[in-house]
């Protein structure tokens, strides 16, 4: 859950993210109602990283989180992607008490439609790499 707070973290940070969302940034599934455009912070996989130090106090983790931007149409989807990918890519720093040595963008999904929902998304991987104590 580290990972995923920093990047949520980072996301609200974001003038040109929040002026579209407010703070309509959900983890895991969006709830029922919610209007668009929102996001949702979604953890894909945690793995250890290799120490000098196997007596460190603390050790490197790297997740994948994926991010998915929701919007009502495809221009309003383009452009939260574009955001969240300048608010989030080569970030570092400490991010609400998590302590981030990089985060960097990975994969980019596809565009979608959900006919049924009338709504536009697509989803952005990161690559967070940060201390877990």
């Given at each position: 859950?580290?990972?995923e707070?920093?990047?949520?973290?980072?996301?609200?940070?974001?003038?040109?993210?929040?002026?579209?969302?407010?703070?309509?940034?959900?983890?895991?599934?969006?709830?029922?109602?919610?209007?668009?455009?929102?996001?949702?912070?979604?953890?894909?996989?945690?793995?250890?990283?290799?120490?000098l130090?196997?007596?460190?106090?603390f050790?490197?983790?790297?997740?994948?989180?994926?991010?998915?931007?929701?919007?009502?149409?495809?221009?309003?989807?383009?452009?939260?992607?574009?955001?969240?990918?300048?608010?989030?890519?080569?970030?570092?720093?400490t991010?609400?008490?998590?302590?981030?040595?990089?985060?960097?963008?990975?994969?980019?999904?596809?565009?979608?439609?959900?006919?049924?929902?009338?709504?536009?998304?697509?989803?952005?991987?990161?690559?967070?790499?940060?201390?877990?104590?």
């Amino acid at each position: 859950m580290r990972a995923e707070k920093a990047i949520r973290t980072q996301l609200l940070a974001a003038s040109a993210v929040t002026a579209v969302v407010a703070d309509r940034i959900w983890p895991a599934q969006l709830p029922q109602g919610t209007a668009y455009p929102a996001i949702v912070i979604t953890h894909i996989s945690t793995v250890p990283l290799p120490t000098l130090d196997a007596f460190s106090a603390f050790g490197l983790m790297r997740s994948r989180v994926q991010v998915t931007v929701l919007a009502n149409d495809y221009a309003t989807q383009k452009a939260l992607l574009d955001a969240v990918q300048q608010a989030c890519n080569f970030q570092r720093g400490t991010f609400n008490g998590v302590k981030v040595n990089s985060t960097t963008r990975d994969l980019i999904g596809p565009d979608l439609r959900d006919d049924d929902r009338s709504v536009y998304l697509q989803s952005v991987d990161f690559l967070v790499v940060f201390v877990e104590p």
